[in-house]
């Protein structure tokens, strides 16, 4: 009976051991990167606490046969790259094992020529126009009849873009309401975008009682503006900000731009943020052609782009400070700053950056840090809305902008590694 026992209690030993391994392991796949950027003749390093070899196979090899095959013979069928340093420029797919000998995950790995942008931290303001006519709600109309009805109930819904009605296409709420009334009473075809599709529906107005003129019960707008950070440029203008996209105010989905803008802005007051409820930077956007200072191309979830006016940039050259980009793996839980202008001057903050995420399900929290300088403090109560963007720096290296600020404690924020951010052109000549 004892040895009974005793069976059970070494297989319970041996599970444990087993689900303990198996839980490292994923740990260890997890902390590694799937991609990483090394600039060329430049020495790689992973996490130095996990003891993996990196070596880029001549012959595909599935998981199980490398480790059947894991001979002195495989062995020479690979090329071990220490550092990556040996490695021309280009793209690369590498294999770490776990003490050289278990295969672990396959990362890629992009060799490129090294790049230097100019920092920047200003708030700027920022103007978006809508493809189209964005759908924000639908609700009742109270009729000349005395009834209330409710045109596009169950039709048209929130996040839709209207771009045309009976075949005219339309970009602004007021030619919105003018093509309606053109109709009257008569059922009108809506062309609008749901998501990537686009579809058409068709809709009755209502001869409204309080406002003359017939109405579908739709709350719409044509464009946003607000105020964020300009995280950097590049010598021929091209720039990205906030680090993360703009949304478009009713769905988790991106504001389809059709025209985008940079203009000159200033702060004019700061709501601090407190815990369960965020701060935000107060301004006021200069608009005008004179006060404009880039256009934006693209919106996306990492961060909007554009190209920066000759004149801005040319002016901002002379005052921004150029730093070499720092890539994921060369970054260190230890202090660093931002910068930020929302005092009225250009300031750099201590930070602690606490976590680092390689693999991140948001790739807008890759970095996780809490602010620990008392005038940022002072001035903000920490992270608030507006500082979206805002640069982050560590040893001499541009490696990330502020994304996020939890809601629960606004001295701690995420951030975007900054090679997330410049995927696209990371590795190109200029």
Same mark, same amino acid.
């Given at each position: 009976?004892?040895?009974?026992?005793?069976?059970?209690?070494?297989?319970?030993?041996?599970?444990?051991?087993?689900?303990?391994?198996?839980?490292?392991?994923?740990?260890?796949?997890?902390?590694?990167?799937?991609?990483?950027?090394?600039?060329?003749?430049?020495?790689?390093?992973?996490?130095?606490?996990?003891?993996?070899?990196?070596?880029?196979?001549?012959?595909?090899?599935?998981?199980?046969?490398?480790?059947?095959?894991?001979?002195?013979?495989?062995?020479?069928?690979?090329?071990?790259?220490?550092?990556?340093?040996?490695?021309?420029?280009?793209?690369?797919?590498?294999?770490?094992?776990?003490?050289?000998?278990?295969?672990?995950?396959?990362?890629?790995?992009?060799?490129?020529?090294?790049?230097?942008?100019?920092?920047?931290? /200003? *708030?700027? @303001? $920022?103007?978006?126009?809508?493809? +189209?006519?964005?759908?924000?709600?639908? !609700?009742? #109309?109270?009729?000349?009849?005395?009834?209330?009805?409710?045109?596009?109930?169950?039709?048209?819904?929130?996040?839709?873009?209207?771009?045309?009605?009976?075949?005219?296409?339309?970009?602004?709420?007021?030619?919105?309401?003018?093509?309606?009334?053109?109709?009257?009473?008569?059922?009108?075809?809506?062309?609008?975008?749901?998501?990537?599709?686009?579809?058409?529906?068709?809709?009755?107005?209502?001869?409204?009682?309080?406002?003359?003129?017939?109405?579908?019960?739709?709350?719409?707008?044509?464009?946003?503006?607000?105020?964020?950070?300009?995280?950097?440029?590049?010598?021929?203008?091209?720039?990205?900000?906030?680090?993360?996209?703009?949304?478009?105010?009713?769905?988790?989905?991106?504001?389809?731009?059709?025209?985008?803008?940079?203009?000159?802005? /200033? *702060?004019? @007051? $700061?709501?601090?943020?407190?815990? +369960?409820?965020?701060?935000?930077?107060? !301004?006021? #956007?200069?608009?005008?052609?004179?006060?404009?200072?880039?256009?934006?191309?693209?919106?996306?979830?990492?961060?909007?782009?554009?190209?920066?006016?000759?004149?801005?940039?040319?002016?901002?050259?002379?005052?921004?400070?150029?730093?070499?980009?720092?890539?994921?793996?060369?970054?260190?839980?230890?202090?660093?700053?931002?910068?930020?202008d929302a005092s009225g001057e250009l300031q750099s903050y201590r930070i602690v950056i606490d976590d680092l995420d390689y693999t991140p399900g948001d790739k807008n929290k890759g970095i996780r840090f809490h602010v620990e300088d008392e005038n940022l403090l002072k001035l903000t109560g920490g992270i608030v809305q507006g500082l979206s963007g805002s640069p982050i720096l560590q040893d001499g290296k541009l490696i990330g902008a502020v994304t996020h600020v939890l809601v629960n404690?606004?001295?701690? @924020?995420?951030?975007?590694?900054?090679?997330?951010?410049?995927?696209?052109?990371? !590795?190109?000549?200029?």
């Amino acid at each position: 009976m004892r040895s009974f026992y005793m069976r059970i209690f070494k297989n319970i030993i041996c599970i444990y051991v087993l689900a303990l391994c198996c839980f490292a392991y994923a740990t260890m796949i997890h902390a590694i990167p799937d991609h990483v950027y090394v600039q060329e003749g430049q020495k790689l390093e992973l996490d130095k606490k996990i003891p993996v070899t990196l070596a880029m196979s001549t012959k595909p090899q599935s998981v199980m046969a490398q480790i059947g095959e894991r001979t002195f013979q495989a062995m020479k069928q690979e090329r071990v790259v220490e550092t990556c340093s040996q490695l021309k420029q280009g793209e690369y797919t590498l294999t770490c094992y776990l003490f050289g000998i278990l295969p672990m995950k396959e990362v890629q790995v992009s060799v490129v020529n090294g790049k230097s942008l100019y920092v920047s931290g /200003q *708030v700027v @303001g $920022i103007y978006g126009a809508a493809q +189209g006519v964005l759908v924000l709600g639908s !609700g009742p #109309v109270e009729t000349v009849d005395g009834s209330s009805r409710q045109p596009a109930e169950h039709i048209v819904f929130p996040g839709d873009y209207i771009t045309a009605v009976n075949g005219k296409a339309v970009t602004k709420k007021e030619e919105l309401m003018e093509r309606i009334n053109q109709y009257g009473e008569q059922p009108v075809v809506l062309t609008l975008w749901r998501g990537a599709e686009q579809i058409q529906v068709s809709v009755e107005p209502v001869e409204a009682a309080e406002h003359k003129g017939y109405r579908l019960g739709l709350w719409v707008k044509d464009d946003m503006a607000g105020i964020g950070t300009l995280t950097y440029f590049d010598q021929d203008g091209n720039f990205g900000a906030l680090g993360h996209g703009i949304g478009n105010g009713q769905t988790k989905d991106l504001l389809r731009l059709s025209d985008g803008r940079l203009y000159k802005a /200033q *702060v004019l @007051g $700061i709501k601090k943020g407190v815990r +369960g409820t965020p701060g935000e930077l107060e !301004g006021v #956007v200069y608009y005008g052609k004179d006060n404009q200072i880039g256009e934006v191309s693209s919106n996306t979830k990492i961060g909007i782009y554009g190209t920066l006016t000759k004149n801005f940039r040319e002016e901002k050259k002379n005052e921004s400070l150029l730093c070499p980009v720092g890539y994921k793996q060369e970054i260190q839980t230890k202090d660093a700053v931002i910068l930020s202008d929302a005092s009225g001057e250009l300031q750099s903050y201590r930070i602690v950056i606490d976590d680092l995420d390689y693999t991140p399900g948001d790739k807008n929290k890759g970095i996780r840090f809490h602010v620990e300088d008392e005038n940022l403090l002072k001035l903000t109560g920490g992270i608030v809305q507006g500082l979206s963007g805002s640069p982050i720096l560590q040893d001499g290296k541009l490696i990330g902008a502020v994304t996020h600020v939890l809601v629960n404690d606004p001295t701690k @924020g995420y951030g975007i590694f900054v090679e997330e951010m410049t995927a696209n052109k990371i !590795g190109q000549k200029t």
